[in-house]
């Protein structure tokens, strides 16, 4: 039959592993790889982009039978095929090596699913959350935490976000939440992924330097205005200090009188009242 590779290194020092690793490093390689005819198709792969779950059974199963390491599997529907709720519960019986999953679909009645149909048998089987949007109401449908892009930039959020929701401090909770999406959708959606995260992290006095992927002149510029956009909300929340030129008000906030406007309210006010001898 034919077979499908993919390398996971594990260093001499057992203190981690390397997917696809090819530097030398020493140790345990475990190798699966695709040897048969392809007729012209690109080479099949554990990552390909289908609206139906493909079987990767014997994938998965072929990993975690030879794994010196705990496994996490990983679904995010926007970039790879999805892992369907059958699979996960069935790789979940079946491996010890396979701990958790991190689940980045978004998608709240799935992950209830997936708890439902894992949890009753494998109570120790961790459930995380990679959409930053929905980690409150993730975290109330009964997942234990959350992977997110976002906790590189703002910790300090998220980890608020968290202690919150688990202590059921809703409203507050909530508040959390609505400022963390605004933040995760200007980083997601206006610039091509990761490079709104990258510039975002770099506003935090992290240089992770140039992405691979080459970026034309309008995408460079969008990033430009993107930065300046993020260095605005994180210093609303005092975490940088505003770009050279200030920020937009917020919104409303130019109607509202200024601290001389109000000062002169108040002392009109308080020599009519004097005058009335109401004071």
Same mark, same amino acid.
């Given at each position: 039959?034919?077979?499908?590779?993919?390398?996971?290194?594990?260093?001499?020092? /057992?203190?981690?592993?390397?997917? /696809?690793?090819?530097?030398?490093?020493?140790? &345990?390689?475990?190798?699966?790889?695709?040897?048969?005819?392809?007729?012209?198709?690109?080479?099949?792969?554990?990552?390909?982009?289908?609206?139906?779950? =493909?079987?990767?059974?014997?994938?998965?199963?072929?990993?975690? %039978?030879?794994? =010196?390491?705990?496994?996490?599997?990983?679904?995010?529907?926007?970039?790879?095929?999805?892992?369907?709720?059958?699979?996960?519960?069935?790789?979940?019986?079946?491996?010890?090596?396979?701990?958790?999953?991190?689940?980045?679909?978004?998608?709240?009645?799935?992950?209830?699913?997936?708890?439902?149909?894992?949890? =009753?048998?494998?109570?120790?089987? @961790?459930?995380?959350?990679?959409?930053?949007?929905?980690?409150?109401?993730?975290?109330?449908? /009964?997942?234990?935490?959350?992977?997110?892009?976002?906790?590189?930039? +703002?910790?300090?959020?998220?980890?608020?976000?968290?202690?919150?929701?688990?202590?059921?401090?809703? %409203?507050?909770?909530?508040?959390?939440?609505? %400022?963390?999406?605004? &933040?995760?959708?200007?980083?997601?959606?206006?610039?091509?992924?990761?490079?709104?995260?990258?510039?975002? +992290?770099?506003?935090?006095?992290?240089?992770?330097?140039?992405?691979?992927?080459?970026?034309?002149?309008?995408?460079?510029?969008?990033? /430009?205005?993107?930065?300046?956009?993020?260095?605005?909300?994180?210093?609303?929340?005092?975490?940088?200090?505003?770009?050279?030129?200030?920020? =937009?008000?917020? @919104?409303?906030?130019?109607?509202?009188?200024?601290?001389?406007?109000?000062?002169?309210? +108040?002392?009109?006010?308080?020599?009519?009242?004097?005058?009335?001898?109401?004071?």
């Amino acid at each position: 039959g034919h077979t499908r590779t993919y390398r996971v290194d594990m260093p001499a020092d /057992g203190k981690g592993a390397k997917g /696809g690793a090819a530097d030398g490093a020493s140790g &345990l390689t475990l190798e699966i790889y695709y040897d048969g005819p392809t007729n012209g198709k690109p080479e099949p792969s554990l990552f390909s982009k289908s609206k139906k779950a =493909p079987d990767r059974s014997k994938d998965f199963k072929e990993i975690a %039978d030879n794994s =010196p390491i705990d496994i996490t599997l990983y679904n995010i529907p926007m970039f790879a095929s999805p892992i369907d709720v059958p699979t996960i519960q069935r790789l979940s019986e079946e491996f010890e090596r396979i701990v958790a999953i991190k689940d980045s679909s978004g998608d709240i009645p799935h992950m209830i699913r997936m708890i439902q149909a894992v949890r =009753p048998n494998r109570p120790d089987f @961790a459930f995380l959350t990679g959409w930053d949007a929905a980690l409150m109401p993730m975290l109330l449908a /009964g997942c234990d935490g959350g992977t997110n892009a976002s906790s590189g930039v +703002v910790p300090e959020l998220t980890r608020r976000l968290y202690d919150l929701t688990v202590s059921y401090q809703i %409203d507050e909770a909530r508040r959390v939440q609505y %400022d963390l999406i605004r &933040l995760f959708d200007t980083m997601i959606y206006s610039a091509e992924f990761p490079e709104g995260f990258r510039a975002a +992290v770099g506003l935090r006095g992290f240089q992770m330097g140039h992405g691979r992927q080459p970026l034309s002149d309008k995408q460079k510029t969008d990033i /430009g205005t993107l930065s300046r956009e993020l260095q605005c909300m994180l210093s609303a929340h005092g975490f940088t200090d505003q770009p050279v030129g200030g920020c =937009p008000l917020p @919104a409303g906030a130019e109607n509202q009188p200024d601290a001389a406007d109000v000062t002169a309210i +108040v002392r009109q006010v308080v020599a009519e009242l004097s005058r009335r001898g109401l004071m």
